[in-house]
């Protein structure tokens, strides 16, 4: 599904010139569940990089291991705390790479899931704050996924949902119309996202070393002459 991620130091600027940074991108190169990450959410109608908990924690939580990392974009009305975030509370994740595990004879074979132009990427989620007093608190998001595309497959049959830099603004926007929004959760085109073998090293998320993320393989990508 979505459990590990690889986030490289990224030009948000560049790809949301809109941006307000308030605190720096939190990177990593083998990010797991329950850890903090950045997230974009839209303040006073203006797109904001903060840090949020990667686990949805509604404030009427009671187990924190309990928190979802991932809400399936298919059934998001069928739970209150996705239902009430997807209309009011959406946020994109800027990363450079998603891991999934591909079952193999001899064990699953970590690979990472990647633009193919090795961009960046904007993973839709929902996030959710809790307050602890009247002034403080502390927010939490949950990633979107949807059915991996053909070519992917294979290797997992969820991803994130990805959100075009152009799409956004409306993305965040909790002004936009619900069915506008569940419109953008589709699978990623065929020519966008490409996936090549890592090093098991990334199976224990304690390997924090960047080689985590490094091919040992090609790329598997989608080619015009595999059109049927």
């Not at 986030?7 to 790809?15: A, E, G, N």
């Amino acid at each position: 599904m979505a459990g590990r991620l690889h986030i490289s130091p990224l030009d948000l600027p560049r790809l949301l010139p809109e941006l307000t940074t308030d605190e720096p991108l939190l990177t990593g190169a083998n990010l797991a569940p329950r850890q903090g990450l950045s997230m974009i959410r839209l303040d006073a109608g203006r797109p904001h990089l903060r840090r949020a908990f990667w686990g949805l924690t509604p404030p009427w939580l009671k187990v924190l291991d309990h928190a979802p990392h991932c809400a399936r974009a298919e059934s998001l009305d069928e739970r209150k705390m996705f239902a009430e975030a997807f209309a009011a509370r959406r946020c994109l994740v800027p990363v450079s790479g998603v891991y999934v595990w591909r079952a193999m004879p001899r064990g699953k074979q970590p690979y990472l899931v990647t633009r193919v132009d090795r961009g960046p990427l904007l993973l839709a989620g929902l996030w959710a704050r809790y307050h602890t007093t009247l002034s403080a608190f502390h927010d939490s998001m949950a990633l979107i996924t949807v059915a991996a595309p053909p070519l992917l497959a294979p290797l997992s049959d969820r991803l994130p949902a990805v959100i075009d830099a152009d799409q956004a603004t409306a993305w965040l926007d909790p002004s936009t119309p619900l069915d506008e929004a569940r419109a953008m959760l589709n699978p990623a085109s065929r020519e966008l996202l490409g996936a090549f073998p890592v090093s098991r090293r990334v199976n224990h998320p304690l390997n924090q070393e960047w080689a985590c993320g490094h091919p040992t393989g090609p790329m598997l990508r989608w080619q015009p002459a595999q059109e049927s």
